[in-house]
Every structure is written in C-alpha cells, then in structure tokens.
C-alpha cells in the first residue's frame, strides 16, 4: 500500500486575536505599549478586552471547499483577516500555502484573493471593465488574458450588459456582482470569500454558489475558505464545515456527518397562539428536551420554538406544558435534521438569533 499525504492549503494553530478596549488603552496613553492594541502590546488579555479568536486550530485541505459557520462577531471574519496578512494574530500561527502569515505575507498575498460581501471596492469614475482591468494588473496578468478572463466572468455572472457601466451607477447588487468576478480573475490558490452572497437576489445567489463549485471541482489544486450564516449555503456548497462562535471552533466535519452526529435526536417546530408564557427555560426543563430557541412576536400574540428532543416521548409533556401556559398550537411540525438544528444544539441557541458580542 502506498502511503499517503495530506497537503493542507490552510493550517492554524492556538490562534489568538485580542483586542484591547480604546476607552482603557487612551487613559494608559495611545502611544504607550502597553496602550497598544491586540498584536503588538500586553499579550495577556485583560477583562476590558475584547477576544475575537480565542485559540483556533484548523485544517483545511488543498482542493476543499471548507465553510466557517457562525453569527456576525463569531471571528469569522478576523480569521480571514489574519489569513489574508490583512491583519496579524496577538498569539499563535498561521500558515497559507506552507508559508507564515506573518512571516512571510509577502509569499501568501501572490497565492490568494479575497472578495466580503458588502464591501465598495473601485473609483466612481471608471467602467466596470475598466475596474476589474486595474485590478487584474494589481496581480501582474497579461493584460489580453485578463480581458479574456474578465468577459468570460462577466458572461457566467450575468454581467456582460453592465460592462460600461461607471462604478458610481451600480447598486449594492451589482457592485457585489463586480467584486465576486474580482475575486477570480487571478486564478488565485486559495480564495477567501467572506459572505460573498450577501445583498444579493435569490438567482444570482444561486448562480454564484454552482459557479463555486464548478471552479474548485474544476481545480483540484485550488481552495475556497467560505463563511457564512446562511444554513442553506452551506450545507448545499462545503466539503467540511467549522461551527465557529465566540471565537471558538465548536465542531469540524462534513453537514451530513454533523448532521448525523445527533443520533437519534429529533427536531420539533411548534407554531403558537397566546404564547407570551412559554419561555426556553420552560420548555428545557421538560425532561427529553435538550435544547430550544423561542421566538415571539407579542404584538401579534404568536410564537415560534424550535428543539431538538431526545426521544418521542418527550412530545407529550411538551404539549402539556404549553397547555399550561395558555398557549395555543396552531402548528407541529416533526422534520429532518438541518446544520440549523446542529447549530442550535451545540451552541445552544438559532443562528439568526442575536448572538454578537
């Protein structure tokens, strides 16, 4: 038998990013050392700071298309930072492509490209073609392979008809649309898209993500780092995902080993009238519950819970408990197991639900 290699396009280890409280460091003294912020001051975090990443070890293979699913503030996007030499870590390593982040940042910038949803990239003046040609000699293409590549992004996209078009004229839509082609135009080996469908309409959306797949399935040497909190996306698109909150990675595998690593849990979804008395805290204590999340709409009297139980039997004490509270079931609904329902029973609330920090 011929032994094996795994050649990992992304590795981190106890990776750590602080960030120190501005209102504490400016009664220390901006220019002081110890007033310096997260990398380069106190290394040990104080309880005015705040811990983004709080030691992150992670894997990720050449080829995947790996997804970090988390709510806003979880770190995703300080993680990509760091891997992008964008930002650097306060403690801890991180390695792109075999080189140190922060060692050799100049090596990993040659490798990679990076597109976040939402961001305004560009100069008002210029064409959207214009645009992305600057860009592509940022990166040192030949200049008649950039075109090529460009218009044939543009074509995939559905952007072609707004290649003339000046950057001051487009709409969050579509200068979401100009940064996902900029992301790709220089075939880069690792790829980091931060939200990259956020803003943007449910075909295009739809668009985006096969068009994703296709390019790593294409490129067995090239990787996608994609976050997300969108459930959907990332079941639908990712290899392996990394439940990611408060800084931690909770756990790591593919959504259909995660999704089986509930066993024999079950997910309820109950729709309720006049449900103001029933609280999570009420409906985890009935015994089989393990987890629920609740959300109520009080100016319409109307509630909606999701758990996850162990066992059938706890379906019984469940509705008698919402009797007792003077609600009403308007709707029950048993369903398959989702990555949402894995997230609410380890983190131990929705993901949509307000969790930053």
Known sequence: MTATTTTWAIRTEDLRRTFRDKSQAKKKGANSASGAAGAEGDKRAKPQDFVALDGINLEVREGELFGLLGPNGAGKTT???ILATLMYPTTGRAWVCGYDVKEKPGQVKKLINMVSGGEHSGYGALTVRETLW???QFYGLDSREALRRIDELMEVIGFK???????SKLSTGMRQKMNFIRGFISDPRVLFLDEPTLGLDVSVSKTIRQFVKDWVKARPDRTVLL????????????????IIDSGR???????DS???SLGRDSAVELELANGEGVSESGLTAIPGVRRAALQTEAAAGKAEATLIIEEDGAVQPLLGYVADCGAKVLAFRKKEVTLEDVFLSIVG????????H
Do not use: W
Request: hydrophobic share 35%; glycine share 2%.
């Open 134 to 136: 600057m860009f592509s």
């Open 79 to 81: 993680l990509i930072k």
């Open 349 to 356: 609330r929705k993901l949509d639900e307000n969790g930053n």
């Open 258 to 260: 995660l999704k089986r």
């Open 249 to 255: 990675v909770l756990a790591c595998d593919s959504p």
């Open 161 to 167: 008809d707004q290649a003339n078009t000046k950057i």
């Open 227 to 242: 976050t997300t909190h969108y459930m959907a996306e990332a079941d639908e698109m990712c290899d392996r995902v990394a």
